[in-house]
């Protein structure tokens, strides 16, 4: 089992920055990947960007180059650094690990970006 518990989120004007936290507990061993994902009232859960335990990153188009994922393993924490943000960035901001095939999710943490 992993447990997942997320912080971090808020309100941020367009163009502000957040750093979204996600840490991790349980059986840490045998992670294949860790990452964020997010949902839009409305709209479909999408991938916004994932680690690999190799340490490869993959990020969807809409964030890249804004958008940063990264791990403290000391701390067993993955972060997501959110700059520039912007109205369509919207919604809420779920941590997601894979282990052994196994899905597991955090309760998610509500990013709103507005004037």
């Known amino acids: 089992q992993v447990q997942l518990v997320e912080s971090g989120g808020g309100l941020v004007q367009p163009g502000g920055s957040l750093r979204l936290s996600c840490a991790a507990s349980?059986?840490?061993?045998?992670?294949?990947?860790m990452g964020w994902y997010r949902q839009a009232p409305g709209k479909q859960r999408e991938l916004v960007a994932v680690?690999?335990?190799?340490?490869?990153?993959h990020y969807v188009d809409s964030v890249k180059g804004r958008f940063t994922i990264s791990r403290d393993n000391a701390k067993n924490t993955v972060y997501l650094q959110m700059n520039t943000l912007k109205p369509e960035d919207t919604a809420v901001y779920y941590c997601?690990?894979?282990?052994?095939?196994?899905?597991?999710w955090g309760q998610g943490t509500q990013v709103t970006v507005s004037s």
């Open positions: 997601n690990a894979v282990r052994l095939g196994v899905e597991y």
């Open positions: 349980g059986s840490m061993f045998s992670i294949d990947r």
């Open positions: 680690m690999i335990s190799g340490g490869s990153t």
